[in-house]
């Protein structure tokens, strides 16, 4: 992993495969690299550590021009981040390939090819597929033919870009367990593993599904899947603006993100709520009739989406009266299940392409669930394709790597779906159903009042300039919201949080409190208020700094070692929504401060698509 991007044109492709690149920097990366065919009748390649500036800088020195090339940005899993181990890679001066995922047997193939002469230059699981596909062009001349005979050789994930100076007029794609589509242009045609790569040269696309093998020329596009059949893949047209790759006026695109959540928040409530009811079709033509089916949930996600889902439970339980597990996917995939009679299981991710939720749901289909949701931002991925039912949040492209948008849009998408359960089992009165409703509205209008405080929120992120560990609690389903808040912070400021039930401060975490620990809590006027302003005394009395971003009327003030963010009053079930907004305000600004790098943190990649 982590970028690819791909072209053959009647024009330099160049600079198209750079400025794809760029587009996705988001992902996270190590290295950058392009192999082109070029005018001189041979392929050639330019490779750097780093940014893509980098490779930018190169290619201004040393100019690589053609019409037939591809690139990527890797993100190291096997070999160190170098330039050695960066992609392309080739087999010889013909072949070339960029590779996004995991060759699980990689080194059975490197042994097995070395025994045959070829000779390795990197460390990379990647290399043994293109002197493999070399192997097999001695046997299958045309390139499309060796490539479906290397393919079954290939055990795990892959996305896969080819080109070969012997047969200069295609490029070759395929797909297992790693997205891509490919770009329509007129007379020229492009390839990469996120269409918004591609938004500055089309805007119709094609996506591959699993298994399929793709050959791309100028004029024409020919599908295979799984099976070898020819077959024809929907065109789309994208119609999402292009202004989402840009950061505007804010510094960060995170920053951006976090300021978009109302609007997108809009978004995704828009066309899925009634008068007074959610619409439980917004789920799909049948669903009103398996829902009232459905007598327990099993929620799978990971990172930020595994908090959404534990906010879930909570309102699951409560409001719909409905029992609900939540798990990690990387855990739920290797473990035995029990499924509990008429099981949904909702997995949920942003991007549709994470390795560990898409393997569970795969895993689920074996074990008798009921049947399977997925909550996700990308309509055309892996895990909507592959889930009976869907409700896509409307957060649009997420470019910042730490989850802000994405998060907020899940939340209101699982709030949906407990309304929706309630309403159709009759566990839920219509009275109740009806307040949501109307709250629902008006969570938009709440979200733009928290956001409004960011002066306030900025100016406390300065009690953390010189601070290494924090401690963020919450209780009930603030207490997901917690171990979110200090997820932001750990991801983008690198300052080593964690999160706990205030009412667990008894039972360990009070030892580590201290002047030079602030703790951090979210407190909404609720039932559990008092418990925890009992808790919070617990920490004042140790010297420890207290922040407190409580209920406009839960009755809190400032005082020696505290400070109180006063927060818009709102329904106690909408309240992790809303207290989510200034704790990724608060990482936000600490990380400005820290002078870390906030949209790509060191490290981390936007979508994880291998184990």
Not at 405 to 420: D, E, H, I, N, Y
Not at 568 to 586: E, F, G, N, R
Request: proline share 3%; net charge negative; aromatic share 6%.
């Amino acid at each position: 992993m982590c970028g690819i991007v791909g072209a053959i044109a009647e024009r330099n492709i160049s600079a198209i495969l750079v400025e794809g690149l760029k587009r996705l920097e988001y992902r996270g990366y190590d290295s950058a690299g392009v192999a082109i065919f070029t005018s001189e009748g041979t392929l050639q390649r330019c490779r750097r550590s780093g940014k893509v500036a980098e490779l930018d800088q190169a290619l201004a020195g040393e100019p690589l021009l053609g019409r037939l090339g591809i690139a990527h940005t890797r993100w190291a899993t096997h070999g160190a981040p170098c330039e050695r181990n960066a992609h392309p890679h080739f087999s010889g001066t013909e072949l070339a390939v960029v590779h996004n995922g995991i060759i699980e047997n990689h080194e059975a193939l490197r042994e097995r090819l070395q025994g045959l002469g070829y000779v390795f230059s990197s460390d990379t699981d990647t290399e043994t597929i293109v002197h493999l596909l070399h192997h097999k062009l001695q046997e299958h001349a045309d390139l499309a033919d060796a490539l479906k005979a290397a393919i079954p050789e290939l055990h795990g994930a892959y996305g896969l870009a080819v080109i070969s100076a012997q047969q200069p007029d295609r490029l070759l794609a395929a797909r297992s367990g790693s997205p891509l589509v490919i770009g329509l242009g007129m007379g020229e045609n492009f390839l990469a593993s996120d269409q918004l790569a591609l938004r500055q040269v089309t805007d119709r696309f094609m996506y591959l599904e699993e298994g399929d093998i793709a050959e791309i020329r100028r004029d024409s596009v020919q599908i295979w899947d799984q099976h070898g059949q020819s077959v024809q893949r929907e065109q789309v047209q994208y119609h999402e603006g292009a202004e989402a790759a840009d950061k505007g006026a804010y510094r960060h695109f995170m920053l951006k993100e976090i300021h978009e959540q109302p609007k997108v928040v809009q978004r995704t409530l828009e066309g899925r709520l009634g008068s007074d009811h959610v619409l439980v079709q917004a789920f799909g033509p049948h669903a009103a009739e398996l829902f009232a089916q459905v007598k327990n949930v099993q929620i799978v996600a990971c990172g930020t989406s595994y908090h959404a889902g534990m906010v879930a439970r909570y309102w699951l339980e409560e409001l719909a009266g409905i029992p609900c597990q939540i798990e990690v996917a990387s855990e739920f995939r290797y473990r035995k299940v029990v499924v509990h009679p008429d099981s949904l299981f909702v997995s949920i991710s942003q991007s549709g392409e994470t390795a560990d939720t898409l393997a569970a749901l795969r895993n689920a289909k074996e074990l008798g669930f009921l049947s399977s949701l997925a909550i996700c931002n990308v309509g055309t991925s892996s895990l909507v394709r592959e889930s009976a039912l869907t409700l896509l949040t409307q957060a649009g492209p997420e470019i910042g790597v730490a989850s802000t948008k994405a998060f907020t849009t899940q939340l209101v998408a699982l709030l949906l779906l407990t309304l929706s359960l309630g309403q159709v089992r009759g566990t839920l009165s219509k009275a109740n159903e009806a307040e949501l409703v109307d709250e629902l509205r008006r969570l938009p209008t709440r979200l733009g009042e928290a956001l409004a405080m960011d002066k306030t929120v900025e100016k406390i992120a300065e009690l953390f300039a010189e601070k290494h560990h924090t401690l963020f609690l919450g209780r009930g389903a603030q207490y997901p919201v917690a171990m979110e808040g200090a997820l932001k912070l750990k991801e983008i400021s690198y300052i080593h949080a964690e999160a706990y039930p205030a009412g667990e401060l008894k039972h360990g975490p009070l030892a580590l409190v201290d002047s030079d620990m602030p703790v951090v809590t979210v407190a909404p006027n609720n039932e559990l208020l008092e418990k925890l302003k009992s808790n919070l005394q617990e920490v004042r009395a140790r010297g420890g700094e207290l922040i407190v971003f409580a209920d406009e009327q839960a009755g809190m003030s400032n005082g020696e070692g505290t400070h109180v963010v006063n927060m818009p009053h709102i329904h106690d079930v909408l309240a992790p929504i809303l207290y989510t907004l200034p704790l990724q305000l608060l990482s936000y600004y600490v990380a400005v401060l820290k002078g870390t790098d906030v949209d790509q943190p060191r490290n981390l990649a936007k979508s994880v698509t291998v184990e």
